[in-house]
């Protein structure tokens, strides 16, 4: 890309990322999903108006570094702490039962190979794109019917919580694991040593912005200095231990979740990411997408991994509530509030194809997997909350 041909395909960007947004918005879709049609438009798919370029791509690597970062700052550690072990056994299963559902789907249409071969991990990633939950969408959902605070719901947004962690865990283990330079238990000493580490300064981090925060509140000074924590961790997990950047931008929203200002902060935040870095981020998956390369074959494998995507997290997060003591209609509704997939799904989705582990044209598998859950899920909970008969107590 010519030097300020950038700044041509930034205005464009933008503008049809602003613009598909809104008519997402109206659609009640996602409106991420209508900056990936964006995306889908201005490239090689139709119009190929802008071109996918690594200066691009490096600004989508921020995007996704803010995002991480800004769901870090929206975990409550309180929220875990109340249903606790239930709530990590729903989230164990919203993990492996996607995982094993998704590896297996992919092996059924491309063939089954052994471990550590490539098509091995293509089947893996799949997988894993399919653990993922979309924490704000089920947020969303739940306040507007006004349940986010009962024990149901409480205890959807603690798994959903606690299984995009596991989910960016698997994931780094699957990346070091894909990298032929390590071997399984180094990656998972070296992950495990990150964490350790993450626990031991990130209090001591967060003591000294909770004293920042005490003299300087709701100052510029907390959100700079918070995103300088955010870039570094994300290069000191990559560089010096071999776990993914995005593990060590979500560990620093983490630290500072529990500021005073860490609304505050996450707003700062969000202007940056929802005025440029998102929309390039979920527009240049748009653009690395060729839906010109989709066959009948990717077609029928969309339909089988959508289908997988929405079942597996209700079969499995609603079989282990079950064992946990919830009876009646909740099961359903944990399972059903467990399925939505967004920023996390994509993430994961342009990592695998960042190592070279899947093609552009599974993006659309993913982009319908968005878009679907994103919709049936407010519908069905509002379903299942708007019975007049009482729900059974829950044994919890």
């Given at each position: 890309m010519e030097k300020y041909e950038v700044f041509r395909a930034l205005a464009i960007i933008i503008i049809a990322a602003k613009l598909f947004?809104?008519?997402?918005?109206?659609?009640?879709?996602?409106?991420?999903?209508?900056?990936?049609?964006?995306?889908?438009?201005?490239?090689?798919?139709v119009l190929g108006l802008v071109g996918y370029s690594d200066f691009l791509g490096q600004m989508a690597e921020i995007g996704v570094m803010l995002l991480m970062f800004t769901a870090g700052l929206?975990?409550?550690?309180?929220?875990?702490?109340?249903?606790?072990?239930?709530?990590?056994?729903?989230?164990?299963?919203?993990?492996?039962?996607?995982?094993?559902?998704?590896?297996?789907?992919?092996?059924?249409?491309?063939?089954?190979?052994?471990?550590?071969?490539?098509?091995?991990?293509?089947?893996?990633?799949?997988?894993l794109i399919l653990t993922a939950t979309s924490v704000s969408i089920t947020v969303q959902t739940l306040k507007e019917l006004g349940k986010i605070n009962?024990?149901?719901?409480?205890?959807?947004?603690?798994?959903?919580?606690?299984?995009d962690v596991i989910g960016i865990l698997v994931l780094t283990l699957v990346i070091?694991?894909?990298?032929?330079?390590?071997?399984?238990?180094?990656?998972l000493l070296m992950t495990g040593l990150f964490f350790l580490g993450s626990v031991v300064f990130g209090y001591v981090f967060y003591r000294v912005f909770k004293k920042i925060d005490r003299k300087w509140p709701h100052t510029r000074r907390i959100p700079i200095i918070g995103l300088a924590l955010c870039f570094a961790l994300s290069y000191i997990a990559e560089e010096f231990f071999g776990v993914a950047d995005i593990t060590g931008a979500y560990v620093a929203g983490v630290i500072l979740s529990s500021l005073d200002d860490s609304q505050y902060i996450s707003r700062k935040m969000d202007i940056n990411s929802y005025m440029i870095f998102g929309p390039v981020f979920?527009?240049?998956?748009?653009?690395?997408?060729?839906?010109?390369?989709?066959?009948?074959?990717?077609?029928?494998?969309?339909?089988?991994?959508?289908?997988?995507?929405?079942?597996?997290?209700?079969?499995?997060?609603?079989?282990?509530?079950?064992?946990?003591?919830?009876?009646?209609?909740d099961n359903l509704k944990i399972g059903c509030g467990m399925m939505t997939r967004g920023e996390v799904a994509l993430i994961v989705a342009q990592r695998a194809l960042s190592v070279g582990a899947l093609s552009g044209a599974y993006f659309t598998s993913v982009i319908?997997?968005?878009?679907?859950?994103?919709?049936?899920?407010?519908?069905?909970?509002?379903?299942l909350y708007s019975e007049k008969a009482p729900a059974v107590k829950s044994e919890v």
């Open positions: 947004g809104l008519a997402a918005r109206k659609l009640k879709a996602p409106q991420v999903a209508g900056e990936i049609v964006a995306g889908l438009i201005l490239g090689p798919s929206e975990t409550r550690i309180s929220d875990l702490r109340k249903t606790g072990f239930k709530a990590l056994l729903i989230a164990c299963a919203g993990v492996f039962v996607p995982l094993v559902c998704g590896t297996v789907l992919y092996m059924c249409f491309y063939g089954f190979a052994p471990w550590g071969d490539d098509q091995f991990y293509k089947a893996l990633f799949v997988g009962e024990l149901v719901g409480t205890t959807i947004i603690s798994a959903a919580i606690i299984d070091g694991m894909k990298d032929p330079s390590q071997d399984i238990g180094n990656t979920f527009a240049t998956i748009g653009l690395q997408t060729n839906i010109r390369d989709v066959d009948t074959s990717i077609l029928a494998f969309s339909v089988c991994f959508v289908l997988v995507g929405l079942l597996s997290k209700i079969i499995g997060c609603g079989l282990v509530s079950f064992l946990c003591g919830f009876r009646g209609k319908l997997l968005i878009i679907i859950s994103s919709i049936l899920t407010p519908v069905i909970l509002k379903l």
